[in-house]
């Protein structure tokens, strides 16, 4: 059964920094792609950042220079570290991670989320 369980959110101040991370109940390269998204209330879900199996990365234009995402492959962890945190970064975070175990069947996993505040 694939489970990914967050940890790491909190209350910041602005400026501040926070490192969530993304431990994987399964091989971290059995996910095409992982990464983290977000949703602020009334705010649709939006990606953050992903990592590709390959190692390539991708990044929301808003936290782009300010967070970063890596993998721990021994761990099946993936991380993200946020700097130069703003109030507009308040959200849900949810690890998200996508396999695939055909070329007609890919499924998505999302981890239960954790809260991140950023008071200004």
């Known amino acids: 059964q694939v489970q990914l369980v967050e940890s790491g959110g909190g209350l910041v101040q602005a400026g501040g920094s926070l490192r969530l991370s993304c431990a994987a109940s399964?091989?971290?390269?059995?996910?095409?792609?992982i990464g983290w998204y977000r949703q602020a209330p009334g705010n649709q879900r939006e990606l953050v950042a992903t990592i590709t199996r390959g190692g390539s990365t991708n990044y929301a234009e808003s936290v782009k220079g300010r967070f970063t995402i890596s993998r721990d492959n021994a761990k099946n962890t993936v991380w993200l570290q946020m700097n130069s945190l703003k109030p507009e970064d308040t959200a849900v975070y949810y690890c998200n991670g996508a396999i695939a175990y055909s070329s007609t069947d890919s499924r998505g996993f999302w981890g239960q989320g954790t809260q991140v505040t950023v008071s200004s």
């Open positions: 399964v091989n971290i390269f059995s996910f095409n792609n």
